[in-house]
Protein backbone atom coordinates (compact mmCIF):
# COMPACT_ATOMS: atom_id res chain seq x y z
CA UNK A 1 0.00 0.00 0.00
CA UNK A 2 1.02 3.82 -0.73
CA UNK A 3 2.56 5.16 2.09
CA UNK A 4 0.29 8.56 2.76
CA UNK A 5 3.49 10.54 2.40
CA UNK A 6 4.95 13.89 4.57
CA UNK A 7 2.23 16.89 4.54
CA UNK A 8 3.24 20.65 4.58
CA UNK A 9 0.94 23.63 4.57
CA UNK A 10 2.11 26.77 3.57
CA UNK A 11 0.67 30.38 3.69
CA UNK A 12 2.64 33.25 1.37
CA UNK A 13 2.46 36.43 2.63
CA UNK A 14 2.29 37.73 -0.97
CA UNK A 15 -0.04 36.93 -4.18
CA UNK A 16 0.90 33.59 -5.80
CA UNK A 17 0.10 31.86 -9.59
CA UNK A 18 1.84 28.50 -9.10
CA UNK A 19 1.26 27.70 -12.65
CA UNK A 20 3.64 31.49 -13.48
CA UNK A 21 6.29 30.05 -10.36
CA UNK A 22 6.20 26.24 -11.58
CA UNK A 23 6.27 26.64 -15.25
CA UNK A 24 10.03 27.22 -15.97
CA UNK A 25 10.35 23.63 -14.09
CA UNK A 26 8.41 21.87 -17.07
CA UNK A 27 10.41 20.20 -19.97
CA UNK A 28 8.05 19.79 -22.47
CA UNK A 29 4.10 18.40 -21.69
CA UNK A 30 5.81 15.11 -22.01
CA UNK A 31 7.81 15.35 -18.78
CA UNK A 32 8.07 12.45 -16.85
CA UNK A 33 9.59 14.70 -14.10
CA UNK A 34 6.79 17.12 -13.89
CA UNK A 35 3.34 16.67 -14.69
CA UNK A 36 -0.40 19.14 -13.73
CA UNK A 37 -3.06 17.35 -13.08
CA UNK A 38 -5.62 19.80 -13.16
CA UNK A 39 -5.17 22.19 -10.26
CA UNK A 40 -2.36 19.69 -8.84
CA UNK A 41 1.19 20.00 -9.81
CA UNK A 42 3.75 16.89 -9.23
CA UNK A 43 7.33 17.20 -9.16
CA UNK A 44 9.96 14.75 -8.28
CA UNK A 45 13.69 15.16 -7.92
CA UNK A 46 16.84 13.94 -6.08
CA UNK A 47 17.86 15.52 -3.25
CA UNK A 48 20.59 14.98 -0.41
CA UNK A 49 18.71 13.07 1.13
CA UNK A 50 17.47 10.67 -1.55
CA UNK A 51 14.68 10.55 -4.42
CA UNK A 52 11.32 12.63 -3.51
CA UNK A 53 7.87 13.18 -5.47
CA UNK A 54 6.04 16.11 -4.30
CA UNK A 55 2.31 17.16 -4.71
CA UNK A 56 1.27 20.85 -4.98
CA UNK A 57 -2.12 22.32 -4.71
CA UNK A 58 -3.56 25.84 -3.55
CA UNK A 59 -6.36 25.91 -1.17
CA UNK A 60 -7.93 29.16 -1.14
CA UNK A 61 -4.37 31.44 0.18
CA UNK A 62 -2.76 28.20 1.58
CA UNK A 63 -0.60 25.94 -0.32
CA UNK A 64 -0.99 22.23 0.66
CA UNK A 65 2.07 20.35 -0.14
CA UNK A 66 2.38 16.43 0.31
CA UNK A 67 5.41 14.52 -0.61
CA UNK A 68 6.70 11.15 -0.32
CA UNK A 69 10.52 9.22 -0.75
CA UNK A 70 13.64 9.33 1.37
CA UNK A 71 13.69 13.07 -0.04
CA UNK A 72 10.46 14.31 1.29
CA UNK A 73 11.75 16.29 4.25
CA UNK A 74 13.92 18.45 2.56
CA UNK A 75 11.13 19.02 -0.25
CA UNK A 76 8.60 20.38 1.91
CA UNK A 77 11.41 22.12 3.74
CA UNK A 78 12.10 23.86 0.72
CA UNK A 79 8.70 24.21 -0.28
CA UNK A 80 8.73 28.59 0.58
CA UNK A 81 11.67 28.84 -1.23
CA UNK A 82 10.24 26.65 -5.04
CA UNK A 83 7.27 28.96 -4.91
CA UNK A 84 9.37 32.40 -4.17
CA UNK A 85 9.40 32.59 -0.31
CA UNK A 86 13.09 33.79 -0.99
CA UNK A 87 12.25 36.64 -3.73
CA UNK A 88 13.62 40.00 -3.32
CA UNK A 89 12.04 41.98 -5.70
CA UNK A 90 12.69 45.34 -3.51
CA UNK A 91 14.59 48.09 -5.48
CA UNK A 92 12.81 46.93 -8.81
CA UNK A 93 11.57 49.66 -11.02
CA UNK A 94 9.90 49.45 -14.61
CA UNK A 95 11.68 51.74 -16.80
CA UNK A 96 9.11 50.69 -19.80
CA UNK A 97 5.98 51.47 -18.89
CA UNK A 98 5.11 48.21 -20.34
CA UNK A 99 7.19 46.28 -18.02
CA UNK A 100 5.10 48.16 -15.41
CA UNK A 101 1.72 46.99 -17.37
CA UNK A 102 3.20 43.57 -17.30
CA UNK A 103 3.60 43.47 -13.72
CA UNK A 104 -0.22 44.39 -12.58
CA UNK A 105 -1.13 41.97 -15.05
CA UNK A 106 0.89 38.59 -13.30
CA UNK A 107 0.53 40.03 -9.31
CA UNK A 108 1.35 36.10 -8.40
CA UNK A 109 4.59 35.41 -10.14
CA UNK A 110 7.65 34.76 -8.39
CA UNK A 111 11.01 33.77 -9.12
CA UNK A 112 11.33 29.98 -7.33
CA UNK A 113 14.62 28.23 -6.19
CA UNK A 114 14.46 24.23 -6.06
CA UNK A 115 18.00 24.67 -4.27
CA UNK A 116 18.92 21.22 -6.88
CA UNK A 117 21.74 22.24 -8.90
CA UNK A 118 21.89 19.29 -10.71
CA UNK A 119 17.87 18.36 -11.68
CA UNK A 120 18.39 21.61 -13.40
CA UNK A 121 21.59 21.13 -15.24
CA UNK A 122 21.00 17.93 -17.05
CA UNK A 123 17.76 19.57 -19.20
CA UNK A 124 19.95 22.85 -19.70
CA UNK A 125 22.56 20.69 -21.20
CA UNK A 126 20.43 18.74 -23.09
CA UNK A 127 19.20 21.58 -24.84
CA UNK A 128 22.26 23.02 -26.02
CA UNK A 129 22.29 23.48 -29.74
CA UNK A 130 19.11 21.07 -30.96
CA UNK A 131 15.36 21.75 -31.59
CA UNK A 132 13.15 21.17 -28.63
CA UNK A 133 11.83 17.88 -29.94
CA UNK A 134 15.27 16.77 -29.80
CA UNK A 135 15.87 18.10 -25.95
CA UNK A 136 13.03 16.56 -25.04
CA UNK A 137 12.82 13.25 -26.49
CA UNK A 138 16.21 12.65 -24.60
CA UNK A 139 14.93 13.76 -21.71
CA UNK A 140 12.27 11.91 -21.65
CA UNK A 141 14.64 8.90 -22.73
CA UNK A 142 17.07 9.62 -19.56
CA UNK A 143 14.64 9.69 -16.65
CA UNK A 144 12.51 6.89 -18.08
CA UNK A 145 15.43 4.67 -18.85
CA UNK A 146 18.09 5.50 -16.22
CA UNK A 147 15.74 7.48 -13.67
CA UNK A 148 13.86 5.60 -11.34
CA UNK A 149 10.20 5.55 -10.15
CA UNK A 150 8.86 8.08 -8.28
CA UNK A 151 8.27 7.17 -4.84
CA UNK A 152 4.65 7.94 -4.01
CA UNK A 153 1.09 6.76 -6.19
CA UNK A 154 3.00 9.08 -9.28
CA UNK A 155 5.70 6.07 -10.06
CA UNK A 156 5.32 2.83 -11.75
CA UNK A 157 2.17 1.61 -9.96
CA UNK A 158 0.31 5.01 -10.13
CA UNK A 159 -1.51 6.38 -13.63
CA UNK A 160 0.67 8.84 -13.76
CA UNK A 161 4.33 6.94 -13.90
CA UNK A 162 6.68 10.22 -13.04
CA UNK A 163 9.97 9.41 -12.64
CA UNK A 164 13.22 10.98 -11.09
CA UNK A 165 15.72 11.98 -12.76
CA UNK A 166 18.68 9.97 -13.25
CA UNK A 167 21.33 11.14 -10.35
CA UNK A 168 25.03 11.65 -11.15
CA UNK A 169 25.99 8.26 -10.71
CA UNK A 170 23.70 7.01 -13.02
CA UNK A 171 24.94 9.42 -15.72
CA UNK A 172 28.22 8.11 -15.01
CA UNK A 173 27.03 4.20 -15.33
CA UNK A 174 25.56 4.86 -19.05
CA UNK A 175 27.61 3.14 -21.80
CA UNK A 176 28.17 5.03 -25.05
CA UNK A 177 25.65 3.15 -26.70
CA UNK A 178 23.02 4.03 -24.62
CA UNK A 179 23.63 7.97 -24.69
CA UNK A 180 23.48 7.42 -28.94
CA UNK A 181 20.13 5.61 -28.31
CA UNK A 182 18.87 8.27 -25.95
CA UNK A 183 20.03 10.92 -29.06
CA UNK A 184 22.63 12.58 -27.66
CA UNK A 185 25.48 13.80 -29.61
CA UNK A 186 29.18 13.68 -27.99
CA UNK A 187 29.44 17.10 -26.89
CA UNK A 188 26.60 16.96 -24.83
CA UNK A 189 27.55 13.64 -23.29
CA UNK A 190 30.67 14.84 -22.27
CA UNK A 191 29.43 17.91 -20.72
CA UNK A 192 27.45 15.84 -18.72
CA UNK A 193 29.43 13.40 -17.26
CA UNK A 194 32.40 15.94 -16.68
CA UNK A 195 29.51 17.78 -14.77
CA UNK A 196 28.25 14.30 -12.59
CA UNK A 197 32.02 13.70 -11.62
CA UNK A 198 32.14 17.09 -9.18
CA UNK A 199 28.28 16.88 -9.37
CA UNK A 200 28.83 17.25 -5.33
CA UNK A 201 30.67 20.58 -5.79
CA UNK A 202 28.09 21.92 -8.12
CA UNK A 203 25.38 22.05 -5.70
CA UNK A 204 27.17 24.85 -3.71
CA UNK A 205 26.71 27.07 -7.04
CA UNK A 206 22.88 27.35 -5.65
CA UNK A 207 24.78 28.94 -2.11
CA UNK A 208 27.18 31.05 -3.62
CA UNK A 209 24.16 32.66 -6.10
CA UNK A 210 25.03 35.38 -8.29
CA UNK A 211 27.64 35.70 -10.62
CA UNK A 212 29.84 33.39 -8.68
CA UNK A 213 27.18 30.86 -8.18
CA UNK A 214 27.10 31.08 -12.30
CA UNK A 215 30.84 31.32 -12.49
CA UNK A 216 31.34 28.08 -10.27
CA UNK A 217 29.21 26.04 -13.50
CA UNK A 218 30.89 27.22 -16.08
CA UNK A 219 34.36 25.72 -14.56
CA UNK A 220 32.83 22.53 -16.19
CA UNK A 221 33.95 21.81 -19.85
CA UNK A 222 30.60 22.53 -21.95
CA UNK A 223 29.00 24.62 -19.53
CA UNK A 224 28.55 28.09 -20.88
CA UNK A 225 26.61 31.48 -20.12
CA UNK A 226 23.67 30.34 -21.64
CA UNK A 227 23.61 26.76 -19.36
CA UNK A 228 25.00 28.54 -16.53
CA UNK A 229 21.98 31.04 -16.79
CA UNK A 230 19.00 28.54 -17.11
CA UNK A 231 20.42 26.52 -14.21
CA UNK A 232 20.43 29.79 -12.21
CA UNK A 233 16.76 30.51 -12.84
CA UNK A 234 15.69 27.67 -11.19
CA UNK A 235 18.04 26.21 -8.90
CA UNK A 236 17.96 29.57 -6.84
CA UNK A 237 15.77 32.03 -8.72
CA UNK A 238 18.41 33.83 -9.61
CA UNK A 239 16.64 37.29 -10.93
CA UNK A 240 20.05 38.43 -13.15
CA UNK A 241 20.83 35.41 -14.95
CA UNK A 242 19.35 36.38 -18.56
CA UNK A 243 19.81 33.27 -21.07
CA UNK A 244 22.78 35.21 -23.47
CA UNK A 245 22.96 33.14 -26.31
CA UNK A 246 19.42 32.21 -26.68
CA UNK A 247 17.45 31.88 -30.18
CA UNK A 248 14.30 34.13 -29.43
CA UNK A 249 14.84 35.78 -26.07
CA UNK A 250 16.14 38.66 -27.99
CA UNK A 251 13.68 39.37 -30.55
CA UNK A 252 10.90 38.87 -27.84
CA UNK A 253 12.38 40.89 -25.35
CA UNK A 254 13.21 43.58 -28.31
CA UNK A 255 9.78 42.98 -29.86
CA UNK A 256 8.03 43.56 -26.30
CA UNK A 257 9.11 46.54 -24.72
CA UNK A 258 10.76 48.36 -27.89
CA UNK A 259 8.55 47.35 -30.64
CA UNK A 260 11.44 45.62 -32.54
CA UNK A 261 13.63 42.70 -32.59
CA UNK A 262 17.37 42.48 -31.55
CA UNK A 263 20.33 41.07 -30.67
CA UNK A 264 21.76 40.03 -28.04
CA UNK A 265 23.46 42.66 -27.60
CA UNK A 266 20.66 45.16 -28.04
CA UNK A 267 18.89 42.82 -25.56
CA UNK A 268 21.25 43.69 -22.96
CA UNK A 269 21.31 47.24 -23.64
CA UNK A 270 17.29 47.34 -23.15
CA UNK A 271 17.46 45.47 -19.82
CA UNK A 272 20.86 47.34 -18.86
CA UNK A 273 18.65 49.63 -16.42
CA UNK A 274 17.03 46.72 -14.97
CA UNK A 275 20.28 45.27 -13.39
CA UNK A 276 20.72 43.51 -11.21
CA UNK A 277 17.27 41.99 -11.86
CA UNK A 278 17.21 41.90 -15.38
CA UNK A 279 15.66 38.34 -15.56
CA UNK A 280 12.80 39.08 -13.62
CA UNK A 281 11.97 41.36 -16.84
CA UNK A 282 12.35 38.29 -19.03
CA UNK A 283 9.98 36.30 -16.94
CA UNK A 284 7.26 39.34 -17.27
CA UNK A 285 7.59 39.14 -20.94
CA UNK A 286 7.26 35.38 -21.12
CA UNK A 287 4.81 35.34 -18.73
CA UNK A 288 2.42 37.72 -20.49
CA UNK A 289 3.44 37.96 -24.30
CA UNK A 290 3.35 34.00 -24.15
CA UNK A 291 5.82 30.78 -23.70
CA UNK A 292 8.81 30.51 -25.92
CA UNK A 293 11.48 27.77 -26.85
CA UNK A 294 14.08 28.07 -24.11
CA UNK A 295 16.62 26.62 -25.82
CA UNK A 296 20.32 27.47 -27.18
CA UNK A 297 21.16 28.43 -30.53
CA UNK A 298 20.74 25.59 -32.39
CA UNK A 299 21.28 23.08 -35.93
CA UNK A 300 18.19 21.08 -38.08
CA UNK A 301 16.95 18.16 -36.02
CA UNK A 302 19.07 14.68 -36.09
CA UNK A 303 18.31 11.31 -35.03
CA UNK A 304 21.58 9.96 -34.10
CA UNK A 305 19.94 6.83 -33.00
CA UNK A 306 19.76 5.83 -36.55
CA UNK A 307 23.27 7.19 -37.43
Wanted: with cysteine.
Amino acid sequence: MTSPGAVRRWRPAFPLDLWAVLAPLRRGRGDPAFQRVGEVYWLTGNTLGGPATVALGAHGNEIHARAWGEGADAVLDGLPALLGGEDDDAGFHPHHPVVGEMRRRVPGLRLGATRRVWDSLVPAVLEQKVTGYEARRSWRELCRRFGEPAPGPAGAAGSLRLRVPPGPAAILAIPDWEWHRAGVDGARRRALIAAAGVAHRLERAAELRGAAGRELLRRVPGIGVWTAAEVAQRAWGDPDAVSVGDLHIPGIVGQALTGTAVDDAGMLEILAPYAPQRQRVVRYVEATVGPRPRFAPRFPVRDYRSI
